[in-house]
């Protein structure tokens, strides 16, 4: 058991794990039902959004790890929960490495089981971590659970976030934009809010010591400020506001790249671009196919004249070549002046998707057994300029750009001028009919809230969106139907608490709890050395 009464006086009546356990390895049927609770975080997420889960399945991992001291045991059972979530939350990868990649079946249950794997050992690191300094310091159960295991998996989020250029996806702080931890979004960021997420998971295993304090009081004040939080305006509305139209092409991706369909896709763009004019015309990821230097001459020169004509601007997702082996996943822009500007606006994804588009070393063998076109392409800046339509400025992201809340805040922190809105641009086809795309849209939520400004989102068949300034989406089209959806948006301006500092006051935070854990440590001992003298 986890819980045991200690001496007199002793101020924590639940310090002590089983001794039974004390450096031993977990049985497989342990790590089995820790990978399923691990893989239960997915109904945490949307489309099922039931983010109370979450806090049950941490609080499963931290409950049994708290019921041994080993650092061993510890890192098996991270392991276990961070393989269970990562394969859960991620699984949708398997169709593109097999439908679209062409890896057959079983290499690429093996790819998507090495991810997993992969992933797991950032939870490892978490229950490692976290036994290891519960020994060190002598820790009560309280501050194990309400300190150091929350700041241990929070801070292994965020390196999953940037370790071999990261991949954040699924991280715990995503399922609450809805929930009142969203409210601590614009201050603390996601991972932040996944730090609050797995306090309240310890206040569950508290409970079951029947502890009520500080568990229950403590769950109640983290509730009812983040809703308090969530009532608070951190920027406010400027500029004039904007027609949009979203284009949501609905191009199968089998057909995408194939040039027989050619023709088709981008006549299929030119009448959903040039069907009616807007302030602001966006296209998906990639919705032209080709290079402008493979497109017929008039084709470009059609857009820069429908836009001069109707005072339309248009951000068109295209890829880009400066040279034979350089090309780049890329957003070009034409406003009502682009007729007399030959150079348009553009912008070149920076952060790209490891094997999809950019080759790690010693890895060409892996992208060559798949068939992914533009698999090599050149990074852009960290630093871009927005886009100027009328007097807001929208600075555009493409694909899982925007699931790196940090570049984006420094994007915004960094410019000269700060963008008022922002627009991502993605192509999900690849994931099929699968989860993925209501994970995107949830992704996209987040960054409107820890920003403070809307998001737009252009998507080749789902979700085109129009999300405001604090996460909730106030307009999208159907999945997997082709549609244009109009709208009208109005820019904010302001710098929410995140844009300032980015990760830093998530850092701080995690910092302050370990040191509370420490005295915490400290005053145990001390107290327990009185009681046995």
């Keep these: ?77 991270g392991w276990a929960f961070g393989f269970g979530w990562s ?9 593109a490495v097999t439908r679209f990649g062409g890896l057959p079946a079983i290499l690429g249950a093996i790819a998507i089981a090495l991810l997993g794997l992969y992933m797991g050992l ?28 929350p700041v241990t998996w929070g801070v292994s989020e965020w390196m999953r976030g940037w370790v071999f250029t990261g991949f954040p996806w699924a991280a715990s702080g995503y399922a609450h934009n809805v929930s009142p931890l969203g409210g601590y979004a614009p201050i603390l960021g996601v991972y932040g809010v996944g730090v609050l997420a797995a306090v309240c998971a310890g206040c569950i295993v508290m409970l079951t010591q029947r502890a009520r304090w500080p568990s229950l009081d403590l769950l109640t004040v983290v509730m009812v400020v983040g809703f308090s939080l969530k009532q608070v305006a951190w920027t406010q509305e400027v500029g004039q506001p904007l027609s949009v139209r979203l284009l949501q092409g609905d191009v199968r991706q089998d057909q995408k790249f194939d040039m027989a369909y050619l023709v088709d896709i981008i006549s299929r763009y030119q009448g959903m671009i040039t069907a009616a004019p807007a ?77 999809g588009e950019f080759i790690p070393p010693g890895f ?56 008022t809105l922002l627009l991502n641009v993605s192509n999900l086809a690849w994931y099929g009919d699968s989860v993925a795309i209501p994970q995107h849209l949830q992704i996209s939520q987040m960054r409107a809230i820890e920003t403070g400004r809307p998001m737009l989102r252009s998507t080749n068949n789902g979700a085109t969106a129009v999300i405001d300034g604090r996460g909730k989406v106030v307009k999208r089209l159907p999945f997997y139907e082709r549609g244009v959806l109009t709208a009208t948006v109005r820019g904010t301006e302001g710098m929410t608490p995140y844009i300032r500092f980015g990760n830093a006051a998530f850092l701080l935070l995690g910092g302050l709890m370990l040191v509370g854990a420490w005295l915490a440590g400290r005053r145990y001992q001390n107290n327990s050395a009185n009681s046995n003298g």
Excluded at 127 to 144: C, I, N, T, Y
């Design 1 to 77: 058991m986890l819980r045991r009464r200690t001496q007199p006086g002793s101020p924590d009546r639940s310090t002590a794990p089983d001794p039974t356990l004390r450096g031993t390895r977990p049985s497989p049927q342990a790590l089995v039902l820790m990978a399923l609770a691990g893989a239960s975080s997915l109904l945490s997420f949307q489309p099922f959004g039931w983010w109370p889960v979450q806090f049950l399945a941490l609080a499963y991992f931290f409950y049994q790890v708290g019921m041994g001291t080993s650092r061993r045991r510890g890192v098996w059972l």
């Design 87 to 95: 394969v859960a939350g991620m699984h949708w990868l398997y169709i």
């Design 122 to 149: 950032f939870g490892a690191l978490a229950g490692g971590v976290a036994s290891w300094l519960r020994r060190k310091w002598s820790l009560p159960v309280s501050a194990f659970v309400l300190l150091v295991l």
């Design 279 to 355: 302030d602001l015309i966006a296209t998906p990821e990639t919705a032209i196919p080709v290079t402008p230097q493979q497109l017929p001459p008039e084709y470009l020169a059609g857009m820069r004249s429908f836009a001069a004509q109707t005072g339309s601007h248009l951000m068109i997702g295209i890829p880009t070549a400066d040279s034979a082996t350089q090309y780049s996943n890329s957003v070009i822009a034409f406003g009502p002046g682009s007729a007399r500007d030959p150079q348009p606006y553009r912008y070149d994804k920076h952060h790209l998707v490891p094997f």
């Design 364 to 419: 060409r063998w892996f992208t060559d057994l798949m068939h992914i076109p533009l698999g090599d392409q050149t990074r852009g800046p960290a630093l871009q300029a927005p886009f100027a339509v009328k007097d807001q400025l929208v600075l555009p992201n493409i694909c899982y750009e925007d699931a790196f809340g940090e570049e984006i805040a420094a994007q915004l922190r960094n410019a000269p001028r700060p963008a």
